[in-house]
């Protein structure tokens, strides 16, 4: 599988795998399908694993670690994240979690971008990961902390990247302006931006990407489906856009787009996974899978090709934009 580097971050492959469903997200997944996921991602050529502690409350972290034991600790790249401090909290053990995973609610997420909750997090990363240093360490979805964030918060990651003890730090999100501004203000190598470079939501487009491409800050893009609505080869009547039901006008323009990408003989989540690597700053598409089944199915899709001729017609369709950021400039490793 190809790789991708940015000026400031380590090389990624094209795919990395996104560990939320090896935390049990929505529903239990087994010890056996989260180890067979990894070990299926790995065949296919992934290299990049990306988790965080908000993920079953440490278990993501706790089953990716396992899964990936016995591979060479140069040959893998692991990312992480901090901003949401995992507290034990023994008198709700009994009461599942209300974080969206279905895990017991044997700890609380306190939200802390402080210095000390950040190396705490990081700390207790690093144990349940069992290494001794992760690749990439992200701030975790700091949206209504930018105070503390892009000061105490983005200057503790540095540190550690100072240390040696991370390669690239970054902030991860599901919004694009706040990203941008920690691009434009902080000192990060990478974003993670969830759901705003897709093919129905352009915005990361906007401000982000070309700010990126400038200060050679690379971009994982992660939620390229948005949640669901593009996750099929058409549109289902109960889809999903960023976890809540889909409007009709976005189904309409799912389907339309669906309709351009069976022309060309490319299915819709085959062009939902190429879409974002397009941009020159972007340097890996970071999926989920629940099982080895997905994994390779996600990889499959990554290796479509897609024609040049598709990306002309939605353009011409006014369905996805043209222009300078949605040219290709791989920058293959």
Known sequence: MRSRTSPRGPGLTEL????????????????EDAQGAVDAAWDSGVRYFDTAPHYGLGLSERRLGAALAHRPRGGFTVSTKVGRLLVPSPET???????????PAAFRRAWDFGRDGILRSFEGSLERLGLGHVDVVYL??????????????VDTLVELREQGLVKAVGVGMNQAPMLAEFVRRCDVDLVMVAGRHTLLDHSAQEELLPLAEERGVGVVAAAVYNSGLLAAPRPPADATYD?????????????AI???????????????IAHP?????VVSVVLGAR???????NARRLAAAVPDALWDELADLDLVPDGPGARADRRLG
């Open 291 to 297: 099982d080895a089944g997905q994994s390779r199915t």
């Open 258 to 272: 669906a309709d351009v990408c069976e022309r060309h003989g490319i299915t819709l989540p085959e062009a939902a």
């Open 140 to 153: 975790h979805d700091p949206d209504d902390h930018w105070q503390e964030a892009s000061t105490t918060g």
């Open 243 to 255: 976890y809540l039901p889909a409007s009709r006008e976005l189904t309409d323009r799912a389907a």
């Open 277 to 281: 690597l397009r941009h020159p700053s």
């Open 16 to 31: 990395g795998l996104g560990a939320a469903q090896l935390g049990n997200l929505a529903r239990t997944t087994s010890d």
């Open 93 to 103: 053990a009994h009461r599942p979690d209300d974080g969206g995973f279905a895990v």
